[in-house]
């Protein structure tokens, strides 16, 4: 049964590590994760954006897929159900379809209206015993069309974002979406402690997971940060791993052509690199 993400998040802060928020595109993606987080019996979020709920045939089919994965495949370890960077409108319609987990981004609209409006979707999760994510300062990079350009939060607006109730909050620190260009700077850990600072226990997201060195990973979780989103890491693994069967032309040896030949070596590399980010976020035998 998919679980809300504040308990394990909750107990990620207080043990000083971190939750791996694993975006799927396909069934693929979210069976490789599932059976990681078992076979490492650790917590995992998975991360759907409205582009890929689209892509799977909407929410509603997302939802089905993953009750039934866990179902059948007996996944007994916690499992959050989350909707990445969400509209408003997008936020209610998951919680309505069965997400029990979702991330409402307003970091787009000014402060005020950002804060009315995650009052409204906190009451809407409250209701359902469902978990909610804010954020504060868009994170830059490109996401479904959107670009920005690694921003840095206020700490104070974060603070005030903190006291409405949310469970988790993502605060750009300097972090981005997709291959960090090699100017990045790296990220503002001044920023970091301070928004920790302001917001004591909350736990904190790092969006933007993919490329960020070992070494900031870990001293960003010694600052609070308890989840951690990666996507694009995920995809290009697959993506080379798919291309090597291709170009080893295994893909014409008997049937190789087969989707479930094809796409093995893809899958086998997302639950490889699934499970070398539980280990470096902490989060194995945490479950
Ligand atoms: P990456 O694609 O950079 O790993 O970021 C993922 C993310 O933050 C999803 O919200």
């Known amino acids: 049964m998919l679980v809300s993400a504040k308990e ?3 107990k990620a802060k207080a043990g000083k590590y971190a939750i791996g928020h694993i975006n799927i595109n396909n069934l693929e993606w979210a069976k490789a994760t599932l059976l990681t987080a078992q076979e490492n019996n650790s917590p995992v979020i998975l991360g759907v954006s409205e582009g890929a ?18 179902d059948e495949l007996n996944i007994t370890v916690p499992v ?4 990445d960077h969400g509209t408003y409108e997008g936020a209610i319609e998951c919680l309505e379809k069965g997400f029990s987990s979702v991330m409402f981004d307003g970091s787009h609209y000014p402060i ?3 804060i009315e409006k995650t009052k409204d979707i906190i009451r ?21 069309g959107v670009i920005g350009g690694g921003e840095v939060a206020d700490p104070e607006e974060c603070q005030r974002i903190a006291e409405l109730g949310v469970d988790m909050l993502a605060a750009g620190i300097g972090n981005i979406h997709g ?10 850990f001044e920023v970091l402690a301070e928004i920790q600072k302001r ?10 997971g993919t490329g960020i060195p070992d070494d900031m990973i870990k001293k960003a979780i010694s600052l609070g940060v308890s989840k951690i989103n990666v996507n694009t890491e995920c995809q290009l693994v697959f993506a080379e791993a798919t291309r090597k069967y291709i170009e080893e032309g295994k893909d014409l ?7 479930r030949k094809l796409l093995k070596p893809g899958y086998e590399a997302i639950k490889e690199k699934v499970k070398e980010k539980m280990i470096l976020f902490g989060s194995v035998n945490k479950a």
């Open 8 to 10: 394990m998040l909750i």
């Open 53 to 70: 709920g689209k892509y799977m045939g909407g929410y509603k089919t997302v939802v089905g897929m993953v009750n039934g994965l866990m």
């Open 80 to 83: 959050a159900l989350h909707l």
């Open 112 to 114: 005020e209206e950002n």
């Open 124 to 144: 809407r999760a409250k209701a359902l015993g469902a978990s909610v994510e804010a954020e504060v300062g868009a994170i830059g990079g490109e996401e479904d």
């Open 179 to 188: 291959v960090y260009p090699p100017t990045w700077t790296g990220l503002n």
């Open 199 to 208: 917001t004591g226990t909350m736990p904190l997201v790092l969006h933007g």
């Open 253 to 259: 040896q008997g049937k190789g052509y087969d989707p």
